[in-house]
């Protein structure tokens, strides 16, 4: 890749107009909430849509459900045939939750010291306000690049990753050939991303008054025991697979316990008839989902064996696999050389302590998946969540560096 083209497209980066954007990005919530009217992704979508037809491109407007559309567009390049880029940046935030423990507007974008502060400002605006410009500035430098980028914009992937998995299911994953998912991992070329099984467990007893439980099952004390065995196998896995050099330690964690499900929560004196809990599994990439499914069951099994009374369901709400990109990869090698370009050292390897949408591309399509963007790791969903506004705009010149590497130039 010749120096001076990708210094030609660098030059095109509007960097006042990217922190403008983002800025704009941060003033408009998207924290989903089914029982709220407009509080979708809708406005920010909007925004996004509006900038790439400005700029004269021609995005899709893809409804996912209702006032929850994604946003996709491609810029064709003019040096021939050659790979797909994808740049993935969902829309959607997290609640900020209590306001008390916000020193700043959690919609305000109040900038201090340079850093921009707000909900989503780092999970992931910032991420997705640099793809953009980006983008903006390689169709600004007219490089006869090879190959294609394309841009998506995915609702939900704080809930059910219900944006990417439309995207896929429409084509718009279909020949990529690499894809840079922009979430904040603090510089971090991220190759590899925990996945992230979600079960509800169900048990079945009967009912009975407090005082006599011999004449009930008690569905609560046969969900406590069941739980406590998961976490037995926790130990059991973590100590068999050991600490993931990227990733850490496979985690399986209760999330939430009710009972009973219905009817009056008061009577105390009362046994309850079901029960039920919600597991968030976090896995590594040495085990399958699915014999981490079969543990599971295998220990509600034993456990019904030791108590007959005992009745369990295991349902699987969601399955996102761990992934792991191979170092050599065309597009890792692309972000790591960008980054070194950039900051002019080499990036840390690193790994995604969550799940990304990432998880589907690579599941449903088998897509190399590098995460990599602005922000600290774990500033995500904090009060007072915040970005370095340097940070984003050497985002965005990884970012094209990044694209330029991978696609190629033809003559300039």
Request: hydrophobic share 45%.
């Amino acid at each position: 890749m010749p120096a001076l083209s990708i210094q030609r497209a660098l030059e095109h980066l509007d960097e006042p107009g990217l922190i403008t954007f983002l800025r704009q990005l941060v003033t408009t919530p998207s924290v989903y909430q089914p029982d709220v009217p407009g509080a979708n992704e809708a406005a920010v979508a909007q925004l996004v849509y509006d900038l790439l037809h400005d700029w004269g491109w021609q995005p899709r407007w893809q409804p996912v459900a209702p006032d929850r559309p994604n946003v996709i567009a491609d810029l064709d390049g003019t040096g021939g045939a050659g790979r797909c880029l994808l740049f993935e940046g969902h829309s959607d935030v997290v609640t900020p939750g209590d306001r008390a423990a916000w020193q700043y507007d959690p919609f305000g974008a109040q900038v201090v010291d340079g850093r921009l502060y707000g909900r989503g400002a780092a999970d992931m605006k910032g991420g997705l306000a640099a793809m953009l410009f980006a983008a903006r500035a390689i169709q600004l430098s007219a490089l006869p690049f090879c190959g294609r980028i394309r841009l998506a914009v995915p609702v939900d992937e704080e809930g059910m990753m219900l944006g990417i998995k439309a995207l896929i299911a429409a084509g718009y994953a279909d020949g990529v050939d690499g894809a840079i998912v922009c979430e904040p991992e603090e510089r971090e070329v991220c190759i590899a991303q925990k996945g992230a099984l979600r079960l509800r467990l169900l048990s079945h007893g009967r009912i009975a008054h407090g005082a006599m439980p011999n004449e009930g099952v008690n569905a609560l004390t046969a969900m406590v025991q069941l739980l406590q065995r998961l976490l037995d196998l926790e130990t059991r896995l973590q100590h068999q697979y050991g600490s993931h050099p990227l990733l850490g330690d496979l985690h399986i964690t209760p999330t939430i316990l009710r009972a009973p499900l219905t009817g009056d929560t008061s009577q105390i004196n009362c046994l309850p008839g079901a029960c039920e809990a919600y597991l968030d599994i976090r896995s590594v990439p040495d085990i399958a989902h699915a014999e981490l499914l079969a543990a599971i069951q295998q220990e509600a099994t034993l456990l019904t064996i030791t108590h007959p009374a005992y009745r369990f369901e295991v349902e699987t709400l969601d399955d996102r696999p761990s992934t792991a990109t191979a170092v050599d990869d065309p597009v890792v090698q692309a972000v790591i050389a960008a980054h070194t370009q950039i900051y002019g050292a080499v990036p840390v390897i690193g790994g995604v302590p969550g799940a990304t949408d990432g998880t589907i591309l690579w599941r449903e399509r088998a897509i190399p998946i590098v995460v990599y963007g602005p922000g600290k790791k774990r500033i995500a969903h904090q009060p007072d969540e915040y970005v370095e506004l340097d940070e984003v705009v050497r985002a965005a010149q990884v970012y094209i560096s990044a694209a330029l590497r991978f696609l190629g130039v033809g003559t300039v």
